[in-house]
Nanobody
Framework: VQLQASGGGLVQAGDSLRLSCAASERTFSELFVAWFRQAPGKEREFVSGISWSGGTQFTQDSVKGRFTISRNIAKNTVYLQIHSLELDDTAVYYC???????????????????????WGQGTLVTVSS
């Protein structure tokens, strides 16, 4: 499965942005999909994830309330809506897929980069003041 992340760009603090992760195959619907981000000089970190059915979402506490993940199964696409962008949101955002038809994944599993079999190329979000 090939994942294509898009939607990044240069935005101002306080703006909103929607990132998209599109997949090449319908088997995408059988994946748990997550967004990770990597800020300059920092480790890649889990931001948000959504179960294969779209029924369960997980969001990192630090961005909860501003980040919303969703998926359109018919379009093989997962979205990350970001509101009230902050300077600290500047990062390359990656989408990743893990084969799982569970509606619940433990925090350890969903945050573990090694569990994800598929990765997109990343889309850069730069937030300016």
């Amino acid at each position: 499965v090939q994942l294509q992340a898009s939607g990044g760009g240069l935005v101002q603090a306080g703006d909103s942005l929607r990132l998209s992760c599109a997949a090449s195959e319908r088997t995408f619907s059988e994946l748990f999909v997550a967004w990770f981000r990597q800020a300059p000089g920092k480790e890649r970190e889990f931001v948000s994830g959504i179960s294969w059915s779209g029924g369960t979402q997980f969001t990192q506490d630090s961005v909860k309330g501003r980040f919303t993940i969703s998926r359109n199964i018919a379009k093989n696409t997962v979205y990350l809506q970001i509101h009230s962008l902050e300077l600290d949101d500047t990062a390359v955002y990656y989408c990743a897929g893990m084969s799982s038809r569970r509606d619940y994944l433990s925090s350890l599993n969903r945050r573990s980069r090694s569990r994800y079999e598929y990765w997109g190329q990343g889309t850069l979000v730069t937030v300016s003041s």
